[in-house]
């Protein structure tokens, strides 16, 4: 409350006539005192998945009410929304998705030397012991395979120790942190990109891998199937399975041309929807016509 008497008061000197708020949990809340003390309209960007889990403590529904629109990141997203709004608000859920430059991921030549790539936050949710265990399935056919861990989080230490336990030890490589521009890097040289995850909202991690033309393999959960079409851009998987998530990336293992074909397509999927100049325009859109009070607009622009 404190906070967003200060947002209200800075606002208000300023002469800012709308606040958009990117995250839907703590800061929105703030954000929604602050357009209630100003009188200043506000909306939100709604990702998820953590605030699914725990919609009421956040008053998701409050929040949806009180906001002029909401932008959701995918349908999937706008369906969790309207599951906990009344439907006079659904007009106003709009999607907007997250994007990329999709030009800082230039595709490059690939040898299809068996590099496996994951990118993200060692934790529970990302599943990286479902991975670990299809590793030691994989490394009996494939023995030039080797797969590249970049991140870091509360799991590092207990994860590097099952990969040794595992015997995973000589093909796995747990690297830490690295910059966007190191991410794009390791992209141009690995052949396929993991992403094992239990809960996602739509990873821009795997648009920057799809950007760079690697094949993705990952799991069937939330809006991924709405960026990551199954047989197209790679495989989707069965969360929490490490048989169907080794059938998969044995699968694009075993057909480097069916591998590099996807990493194409993905990469066109990326640039036709996931392109941040495309979004931030569609956004702008929204913004000017609920300001304008004529937003009779779509649930999302396609072009």
């Given at each position: 409350f404190a906070e967003a008497g200060m947002l209200a008061s800075h606002m208000q000197q300023r002469g800012i006539t709308h606040l958009h708020n990117h995250i839907a949990t703590a800061a929105c809340t703030v954000a929604m005192l602050a357009s209630t003390?100003?009188?200043?309209?506000?909306?939100?960007?709604?990702?998820?998945?953590d605030i699914f889990f725990e919609p009421y403590r956040w008053r998701l529904d409050a929040k949806i009410a009180s906001a002029r629109f909401v932008a959701c990141i995918s349908h999937f997203c706008r369906a969790q929304a309207m599951n906990?709004?009344?439907?006079?608000?659904?007009?106003?859920?709009?999607?907007?998705?997250?994007?990329?430059?999709?030009?800082?991921?230039?595709?490059?030549?690939r040898t299809r030397a068996s590099q496996l790539l994951f990118v993200g936050r060692l934790a529970g949710v990302k599943g990286v012991p479902v991975l670990l265990d299809a590793l030691t399935r994989l490394q009996e056919t494939h023995p030039e395979l080797h797969a590249t861990f970049i991140g870091d989080g509360p799991e590092r230490q207990a994860l590097e120790a099952q990969a040794k336990a595992l015997g995973l030890s000589d093909i796995t490589s747990f690297i830490g942190y690295k910059s966007q521009s190191e991410v794009a890097d390791a992209l141009?040289?690995?052949d396929i990109f993991v992403l094992p995850s239990f809960a996602e909202g739509v990873p821009v991690v795997l648009m920057e891998a799809m950007a760079a033309?690697?094949?993705?393999?990952?799991?069937?959960?939330?809006?991924?199937?709405?960026?990551?079409?199954?047989?197209?851009?790679?495989?989707?998987?069965?969360?929490?399975?490490?048989?169907?998530?080794?059938?998969?990336?044995?699968?694009l293992l075993n057909d480097p041309e069916r591998a590099e074909t996807m990493g194409i397509a993905g990469r066109r999927k990326v640039?036709?929807?996931?392109?941040?100049?495309?979004?931030?325009?569609?956004?702008?859109?929204?913004?000017?016509?609920?300001?304008?009070?004529?937003?009779?607009?779509?649930?999302?622009?396609?072009?």
């Open positions: 003390l100003s009188g200043i309209p506000y909306s939100f960007t709604l990702h998820g998945p906990f709004s009344g439907a006079a608000h659904w007009d106003k859920l709009h999607i907007v998705h997250c994007a990329i430059e999709p030009d800082r991921y230039t595709p490059a030549p141009a040289q690995t033309a690697v094949p993705a393999v990952t799991t069937h959960v939330a809006g991924v199937p709405e960026l990551v079409e199954d047989g197209v851009h790679g495989f989707l998987t069965q969360a929490g399975d490490s048989t169907s998530l080794t059938n998969a990336i044995d699968t640039s036709s929807e996931f392109n941040i100049a495309k979004e931030a325009a569609w956004l702008a859109e929204l913004l000017n016509a609920y300001k304008a009070k004529s937003a009779d607009l779509p649930v999302r622009r396609e072009t």
